[in-house]
Every structure is written in structure tokens, then in C-alpha cells.
């Protein structure tokens, strides 16, 4: 056992990794003697060598593109954008070449690549350093998406991420950064497309995904002290999806609730209320309800930011507000 | 002889590039007929340019048929340049190219007629008839991929460059494009990269003198698309009759044997006309007549025939490769005529690489 941070994880992941499969390399600005700027890749250069941990210039699009030539000719790769505001530079190579390139050669090519970027709020670094982009993602056929909240998922999807034959879009949370936890030694490997119930309850489901993990599950205790009891799931794997674990809470509880940093249109939550409301309508004691930033981009301000991100208190209240409005949960 | 400024527009070559002054080619280099390539190597590429002449005569004859729906954008014209090269690679290098791709395809060895299929939307097709016209790939030939957006191939061609480098084989990328390209970011990314990394990589632009259908030189600020940029990554700006198999076939050969030998990249600008408009939607109206005229004297396969007979190569040895290669493309027609559309059960598959398009559980 060892005590780890969040950032920490991300280097020991990659380095469990690179440790395995001696064909694995990674690309980035400023992650090899800089350590990255989020110090995530801190040390792997002195183990690997500037070959397979390898410096870039600024240029999102020549970045991507390598690790999708590399992918398909034999060299899987990681390779990261230093921010995830920063993806929008090199959209198109992640939507219209790694992702529909396996289907419009009907299969001719597979991209064993991870894109690895910085997401998300709660840092003040303003709108074009903080928002959350895992639905860009989550929208286009043909990647896969995770976005981790705990320092063991860091390493064991990181290590799913870089296993899996798919181009996986990897969010790691800036918020995030400096949780610790203490890590078990070994190898730890996890699965995507598994939702992970943190907390089992029996009123409400709440779904959420990287920061606003540990906040539904302040909120889920204050509700226990309100006399409602939630369930907390943390979706993880935005594609593959597992709607199983979500479908089967929401039976339990007929409640339904996400809790998404994203701003608020065609957010991930979206496209889980509709599953919800498809599959499980007749489980359910009252409406679904997102709880999600508002649709503005994230101003810089502390005060101004605090009260975009969904908070533990708007989660509190949004969920005892509607479960009281529904009469009884 | 004084003249009212007018105040059409159409009388403004800004706004008809008809009215522009003609872009003529440069003149035949003769001398190229003495170049040290065999004569075998010169039957191969006569060949070749015969193939993918034919071929593409022939995808627009199936097009005027309304047999090939969507969009071709035809390589008629510039097949020299896809000839040259085809010519020089070796069989385990990597093409990346446009969506006017289907003459590199044809010079990596696709097959044409699951080529011709794949733009009839046939199950027999080469993609089977997911990709179409702008996306003809065989990776097991070395052709990696056709992308229709102008400009990221560049920067995939150095990723599997990198790769070979990083896998210790000595095979080269090559990326095709055309001079629209240059103005994009993902050009300059791409050289920069490849230069820096010392990469296995040739870019190759395609100069034909029109982005889509507006000359490369009103939205350019240098004469030179590529060539004139080279020097700003330490490059050197080279410029080619991209008409003339022979003369690419030795820039090819050069580049490939730099690159191998861990030279690192080169740029070359080939210059050639298309015979057609941009794409099936377009006549091309806006070019000098003057200008098409010119050029369809420069039309390489006339000019590369009559080198041949220069050489002593008897008329029925030239008239028996036109006769085979029209046979082959009977063929290839019939082949792809033949083939069903795709059923339901193809729509789904090969969205991930377990072959399936399961998003959830």
C-alpha cells in the first residue's frame, strides 16, 4: 500500500503500462523533462527515455495525427492534450479521422491509442482552460470515453484505456489532481463500460461522473440526515455504457438524478434521462432531473465559478426539493 | 486607346478567373528521354498510366450513366505523379492520400475492380461500400487510407513514419495532396513535425494549379504553394514537371532512398493540370480556354508514349499494353457491375474492432 495522489496515478498507470508493453510510447507538450504541466508524467522520461515519452510542439493536430498513424501501423500510443478545451484545435482529426476511419474502411484499420486531456472546472482558469467536454466525446461513433474520479480508477482505466483496441478519450479532472488515497501495490487493471455503485441507497438514484463523484456523495449523506436515501453511481465509462447497473438502481429507487459539470445542453445526462425514461418510465416515482453547470461558458471569478459547477448544497436541495414536490419518496 | 473602367463585375478577373491570364506549362525538359531509368521500369509506368487513365475514364463513363451516385473527384490528367511513385515505393511503404485518391490507390496495386465497385455502393466493393469514392484504402497493399478533409493525412503519414522509425524498418510514408492544402494548419504542423523528428516521410503536392475552383495563386501569398514554404522548415523547395512520369519517378526515387537512409523528410511540388473540374458537380468554366488548351498538350500519356517510340518501342508492343489494360478494366466493370448492394446486416459492423457498433450494455 502506498499513499497516492490523483496526478500521481496518472504516471503510475502510463508507467504499468509502458512496463508491459515495451511498443507503447506517449506524446505531448511539455511531459517529458517538464513532467507535464499538471505533473501527471512526472519521472517517466528517467525510466522510458525521451523515445517513448517524447515532447512536442504546440500543434494539437500534428500530435493527434501522429498517434493515429502510429495506431494503425503497429505502435499504439498515448498521446495527451494538455487541456480539453484544447481538443476543439484538433477536432477534426479525433471525429472525422480516428473515429470514422475503422467504419469507412470497413475495418481495414484499428487505432490502439489513448487520448489522455485535462477536463473540467473548479480551478479559476477560465472558460477556455476549464470546461467539460466528455460529451463532445460521448457523441461521436467510434470512441470510447472515460473519465475517472478516484485515484485506484486513474491507474485500473488507464490501463483498460491503453488495452482496449479502440481510440479512447481519457478526461482526467483538474479538480481532481490532488485527491489522495492509498493504492495497493501491483498491477491494477480495471474494465471499461462498468458504472460503479458507490453508495447503495434506497430513494433516489444519483448519477455522476470525475468531480462531481465526490460531491453527490456529500450530498447523498446529508439527504440520509434529510431521511432520504441515495444511491450514488459513478458512471465512469461514458462509451461503452453501462446502463445495466443504472437501469437496475433506478428500479430499485424510481428516483432519478444526474449530476453533470458539463453546461447544460446535450449533456451526458441527457442521453441517460431519455435511456431512463425509455426503459425504466414505468419504475418511475416522479421526474428526472439534471443538475448540471448552466449553459454559459465557466467564468474565472471563485464566486462566480462556485455557483456554475453543481455544488454538494444545489445537489441537496435540488433532489429533497423534488423528491418533497413528488409526495413522499 | 483609352477604356472606361467597367463596372460589371464580370468583366473582373477577380471575380471570373476565366478573364485571368492563362497559367501555361513550362516547357517539355527533352532531355529526360537520355534519364537513367530502364526501359523495363518505363514499360511498367507506361502501363500504370494506361491503368489509371482507363480507369478513370471509365468511373466517369459509369458516372454519366448515373451508375456512381455522391461525388468523384477524378485524378484525369495528373496520373503521372501517382505513376512516379508507384513506380519507386517499395511494397511495404505507406500511401496516404485524398479524397482524389483513386490514382494512388490504383498505383499501390488495389484492385480495380473492387475499386470501381466500391463507387458503384456495391457489397463487392473494396470498403463494401461504406467508404465510397473519396476513401479507397487497402491496407494490405500499403494504402493506408483517401481523407476528404483537406489536410490531417499529413500528419497521420508522419504518425506511421514515426512508427517505422520507432520499429526500426526502413519504410517511408508518403502523403499526397494538393496545393489547396498548403494553406491549412495541419501543412505546417505536419512539415514542422516531420522535420523535427527526423521522420521517413515524403509530402508531395499535387500543384494543378486550382484549390477547387479557384487558382491557387489569388488566394496564395507566394508563387509557389509548397516549394516557396520548404525553406521555413529547413527544407529544400522542390519543384518538378509533375506531367513527366520520368521526371517524378527520379524525385520519387531520390526522396524514398533520403528518407530510408535516415535523411529525414522532403517537400516537392509537382506541377499538372486537371483534365476535369474539381469534382462530377463541376465543368471547370472558370478556367482560360487557352490555359485547358495548353495544357491537354502537355497531357502525359500522349507525351510519355511518344518518349517510348523515341526509345525504339514498336507501336504493337505500346498498342498490346492499352489493349490489356482495356480488357482489364472490361473486366473490372463487369466485376463491379455484378456485385449486390449491401444488405442491413453490413450497416452495423466495424464501427469498433470487436466488429460490432455496441455503445452499451
Known amino acids: 500500500m502506498a499513499e497516492l495522489t490523483y496526478r500521481e496515478a496518472v504516471a503510475r498507470g502510463i508507467a504499468q503500462e509502458m512496463r508491459r508493453d515495451p511498443t507503447l510510447v506517449m506524446i505531448g507538450e511539455d511531459i517529458a523533462a517538464a513532467g507535464g504541466v499538471f505533473k501527471t508524467t512526472v519521472g517517466l522520461v528517467d525510466e522510458f527515455g525521451p523515445d517513448r515519452i517524447r ?20 505502435t499504439p500510443v498515448i498521446a495527451e492534450i494538455m487541456f480539453s478545451d484544447f481538443l476543439a484545435v484538433c477536432w477534426d482529426i479525433v471525429a472525422n479521422e480516428i473515429a470514422k476511419s475503422r467504419y469507412m474502411t470497413n475495418g481495414q484499420v484499428s487505432f490502439p491509442l489513448v487520448i489522455r486531456t485535462a477536463n473540467g472546472g473548479g480551478v479559476r482558469f477560465g472558460a477556455q482552460h476549464s470546461q467539460s467536454v466528455e460529451n463532445w466525446a460521448m457523441m461521436i461513433p467510434g470512441l470510447k470515453v472515460v473519465a475517472p474520479s478516484s485515484v485506484e480508477d486513474v491507474i485500473g482505466l488507464m490501463a483498460a484505456a491503453v488495452r482496449d483496441p479502440d481510440p479512447v478519450v481519457f478526461f482526467e479532472h483538474k479538480a481532481l489532481m490532488g485527491a489522495k488515497a492509498e493504492i495497493p501495490d501491483g498491477e491494477i487493471v480495471d474494465e471499461l463500460g462498468v458504472a460503479t455503485v458507490l453508495r447503495e441507497g434506497s430513494d433516489v438514484t444519483i448519477a455522476a461522473l470525475a468531480a462531481m463523484v465526490p460531491r453527490a456523495v456529500e450530498a447523498a449523506e446529508r439527504l440520509d440526515q434529510a431521511g432520504i436515501s441515495a444511491e450514488v453511481i459513478d458512471v465512469r465509462s461514458l462509451v461503452p455504457l453501462d446502463t445495466r447497473t443504472l437501469l437496475a438502481s433506478v428500479e430499485k429507487t424510481g428516483r432519478f438524478f444526474t449530476v453533470e459539470e458539463n453546461p447544460r445542453l446535450c449533456g451526458w445526462g441527457a442521453e441517460l434521462v431519455s435511456i431512463v425514461a425509455d426503459e425504466a418510465f414505468w419504475s418511475l416515482d416522479g421526474p428526472s ?25 444545489r ?14 419518496a | 486607346m483609352s477604356t472606361e473602367p467597367s463596372t460589371d463585375p464580370r468583366n473582373d478577373p477577380r471575380y471570373d478567373y476565366a478573364l485571368m491570364e492563362p497559367r501555361l506549362p513550362q516547357p517539355l525538359d527533352g532531355s529526360l528521354v537520355d534519364a537513367p531509368i530502364e526501359l523495363e521500369t518505363r514499360l511498367s509506368m507506361y502501363e500504370r498510366l494506361q491503368l489509371l487513365r482507363q480507369w478513370g475514364k471509365r468511373a466517369h463513363d459509369l458516372f454519366l450513366q448515373n451508375l456512381v451516385k455522391g461525388t468523384t473527384h477524378l485524378s484525369l490528367g495528373q496520373e503521372a505523379i501517382a505513376t512516379g511513385f508507384g513506380e519507386a515505393l517499395q511494397p511495404d511503404d505507406y500511401t496516404f492520400a485524398t479524397y482524389r485518391g483513386h490514382a494512388h490507390s490504383l498505383a499501390r496495386g488495389i484492385d480495380p475492380g473492387a475499386a470501381l465497385a466500391e463507387l458503384l455502393g456495391r457489397e463487392n466493393g473494396i470498403l463494401g461500400g461504406k467508404g465510397g469514392s473519396m ?16 489536410g490531417a493525412h499529413l500528419c497521420t503519414a508522419n504518425g506511421a513514419a514515426w512508427s517505422a522509425q520507432m520499429r526500426g524498418t526502413d519504410q517511408v510514408a508518403v502523403a499526397f495532396f494538393g496545393d489547396g492544402t498548403t494553406n ?24 494543378n494549379l486550382y484549390m477547387e475552383y479557384t487558382p491557387i495563386d489569388a488566394v496564395t501569398a507566394v508563387a509557389r504553394p509548397a516549394a516557396d514554404r520548404a525553406a521555413a522548415y529547413g527544407l529544400d523547395g522542390v519543384v518538378i514537371d509533375g506531367n513527366d512520369p520520368d521526371a517524378v519517378y527520379l524525385t520519387a526515387s531520390d526522396a524514398l532512398r533520403k528518407a530510408r537512409d535516415g535523411g529525414g523528410p522532403s517537400l516537392i511540388e509537382a506541377i499538372t493540370y ?31 508514349r511518344s518518349r517510348l517510340q523515341k526509345l525504339g518501342v514498336d507501336e504493337d508492343r505500346l498498342s498490346s499494353i492499352e489493349d490489356q489494360v482495356a480488357r482489364a478494366i472490361d473486366e473490372a466493370t463487369e466485376f463491379a457491375k455484378g456485385g449486390p448492394e449491401p444488405g442491413e446486416g453490413a450497416l452495423m459492423t466495424e464501427v469498433y474492432a470487436d466488429g460490432g457498433s455496441r455503445w452499451r450494455n
Open chain 1, 315 to 328: 445537489i441537496t436541495e435540488t433532489v429533497q426539493k423534488t423528491v418533497e414536490a413528488g409526495g413522499g
Open chain 1, 289 to 313: 432531473v439534471r443538475i448540471t453547470t448552466p449553459h454559459i461558458p465557466l467564468p474565472s471569478a471563485a464566486s462566480l465559478e462556485d455557483l456554475a459547477i453543481p455544488s454538494v448544497d
Open chain 2, 135 to 150: 476513401h479507397l484504402t487497402d491496407v494490405s497493399k500499403g494504402m493506408m487510407g483517401s481523407y476528404a478533409i483537406i
Open chain 1, 55 to 74: 515532447d512536442t510542439p504546440i500543434s494539437e493536430q500534428a500530435i493527434l495525427g501522429a498517434a493515429m498513424g502510429a495506431a494503425m501501423t503497429g
Open chain 2, 274 to 304: 486537371r483534365s476535369g473540374g474539381h469534382s462530377r458537380a463541376d465543368p471547370g468554366k472558370y478556367r482560360p480556354k487557352a490555359e485547358v488548351e495548353a495544357w491537354a498538350e502537355r497531357d502525359p500519356i500522349p507525351m510519355y
Open chain 2, 184 to 207: 491549412i494548419g495541419a501543412f505546417h504542423e505536419a512539415l514542422n513535425m516531420a522535420v523535427v523528428w527526423n521522420l521517413p516521410v515524403v509530402f508531395v503536392c499535387e500543384n
